[in-house]
C-alpha cells in the first residue's frame, strides 16, 4: 500500500481569538478560517479533515505538507506540529 500524502498535523491557535467567546463559537471560527486559507489559495484538495482537540484552542488536521507549511504563515496560528 502506498504511503498517504495527508499527514495528521496539531494547530496551536493564539488566544483569544477577537470578538469570539471561548467554546463552540470560537472554535467554528478556527475551522473557518483553516478552510477560507485553502480555498482561496487553490489548495481545497490538500486539505482531507479537520478535528477540534479537547485541548482549548487546538485543532486536528490531515492535510499535506505544502498547506501545513501554508497555515504557519497565519497570524492567528501559532505552531503547527507534525502529530
Known amino acids: 500500500m502506498a504511503p498517504s500524502i495527508f499527514k495528521r498535523y496539531k494547530l496551536h491557535f493564539t488566544r483569544p481569538l477577537p470578538g469570539l467567546r471561548p467554546g463552540r463559537p470560537e472554535r467554528d471560527a478556527m475551522v473557518d478560517r483553516v478552510r477560507r486559507l485553502a480555498s482561496e489559495n487553490g ?17 486536528e488536521v490531515r492535510c499535506t505538507e505544502r498547506l501545513a507549511r501554508r497555515l504557519s504563515d497565519l497570524s492567528e496560528i501559532e505552531t503547527v506540529q507534525e502529530a
Open 43 to 59: 489548495m481545497a484538495g490538500d486539505l482531507h479533515t479537520i478535528a477540534p482537540n479537547a485541548g482549548f484552542g487546538i485543532l
